[in-house]
């Protein structure tokens, strides 16, 4: 890290890059939902200092897998963050973290409900001296009966009925392969704060944002839990069929499964007609969605006989000529090579050096304000005295005729700007 330059630069400053440039992120969170969240708005220019116990975050020793002697779980939801051990049982660490999220225009945390109150790290406590902050708390189940319940993604999972609908009809239900409740409270963490910024912006008032992996696992599951409060049926294990359209499923070729997801009619009539099998089209159990889902046992080994008959890429090729929705079902590596040959580049690098390391774009694409990937994840502490220095440079204290605290403006060094 190099030295810190002379205090030149204000973290509320706009003029650097990215839509959330100036922006001061005081990062408190650990594992996924709140570290995915925080690395989503540094990519977009925000400084997200992230704070760690002397331990670490969890995930810095999930592993296997490894990248350099460093579980790759932390790697790929930490870039573009600085990291500073504060621990909060040391009364100057802990005197430092109340210091920062003074000064910070957003704090983020995933601590038990009421964990942070004893530290004076809750929101009350952190709003009496900065009352402008946007203070964002992610639970695993809310604040009321479910407080006490452990936040993690697979309790949700099974919870919220997930499991329930993932699997075969004979298998029990399955976990989804990655910690997809834990990803969309981090996007709907995302999309809170950047919505209680720009009410700020226009009133100058803060607020506390509240998310919990329960409600968004319902929210997420859109279809299912919205056709069950509609309908009052519960939806089952269906495996690879969807419960509304058909044919929306893998099915076997002569050399591996193709996925055909055939959204409407129009798309079946196309299908039927690049099979040899034009008839099918017309055909009254088969005419309609509705028909072809409830006649699925039926149409099912038509399709599957006719696709025996080719490689899943040589009905991929065909049937995406012409513009009929399918896929071969590929591995994870598949995936990313697939993504670039259709030229999305989907592998950028982090950082520079040494410490630069392969990362995965970040989705958004903007024309005037692109996300960038100045750092590769920090290693534990690795900007700790830089943020120490700053954090110590003056104390936040009552304002001499109005006895109000007041929260002076901190220039911050430029080499944590940039995280350096």
């Known amino acids: 890290m190099t030295t810190p330059s002379p205090l030149d630069l204000d973290p509320f400053d706009r003029s650097g890059a990215g839509p959330f440039a100036g922006v001061l992120v005081a990062d408190f969170g650990r594992v996924l939902a709140g570290p995915y969240c925080t690395m989503l708005l540094a990519d977009l220019g925000a400084t997200v200092i992230k704070v760690e116990s002397p331990i670490g975050d969890e995930t810095r020793t999930w592993t296997p897998p490894q990248y350099q002697d460093e579980a790759t779980y932390f790697l790929s939801v930490n870039r573009n963050k600085q990291s500073v051990v504060l621990d909060f049982q040391n009364p100057d660490d802990l005197r430092l973290a109340q210091r920062l999220a003074a000064r910070a225009d957003v704090v983020t945390e995933n601590f038990k409900p009421g964990g942070l109150r004893r530290f004076g790290l809750d929101y009350e406590s952190v709003a009496r001296t900065n009352p402008e902050v946007i203070y964002a708390s992610i639970t695993g189940f809310g604040t009321e009966g479910g407080a006490d319940l452990p936040g993690y ?72 839990t919205g056709g069950y409060l509609l309908s009052g049926r519960a939806p089952t294990r269906m495996g690879n069929d969807h419960p509304s359209i058909y044919p929306y499923a893998p099915f076997p070729t002569a050399d591996g499964d193709l996925v055909l997801a055939i959204g409407n009619d129009a798309q079946f009539r196309k299908l039927c007609d690049v099979l040899g099998l034009p ?17 699925r046992d039926e149409l099912r080994p038509i399709l599957t006989e006719r696709l025996a008959a080719r490689s899943a890429q040589d009905w991929f090729d065909l049937l995406t000529a012409a513009r009929i929705p399918c896929a071969p079902i590929l591995d994870v590596g598949g995936g990313i090579d697939f993504a670039r040959r259709i030229g999305l580049d989907p592998v950028v690098i982090a950082g520079e050096g040494e410490r630069a390391m392969p990362t995965i774009r970040n989705p958004i694409r903007f024309s005037r304000t692109p996300p960038t990937y100045r750092n590769a994840a920090p290693r534990l502490d690795q900007d700790g005295a830089a943020i120490r220095r700053w954090l110590m440079d003056d104390d936040v204290r009552p304002d001499p005729e109005t006895n109000e605290t007041e929260q002076p403006v901190h220039p911050m060094p430029a080499s944590i700007m940039r995280g350096e």
């Open 153 to 224: 993604d697979l309790l949700v999972q099974a919870l919220s009925g997930l499991m329930s609908i993932t699997g075969a009809p004979a298998t029990d239900g399955f976990r989804a392969g990655v910690a997809v409740f834990d990803v969309i409270t981090g996007l709907h963490t995302t999309i809170a704060i950047a919505s209680a910024l720009f009410h700020r912006q226009r009133t100058g008032a803060g607020q506390h944002v509240e998310l919990n992996l329960m409600s968004s696992a319902l929210s997420g599951m859109v279809n299912q």
């Open 279 to 295: 008839e099918l089209a017309d055909d009254v159990r088969f005419a309609t969605n509705a028909d072809r889902s409830a006649c």
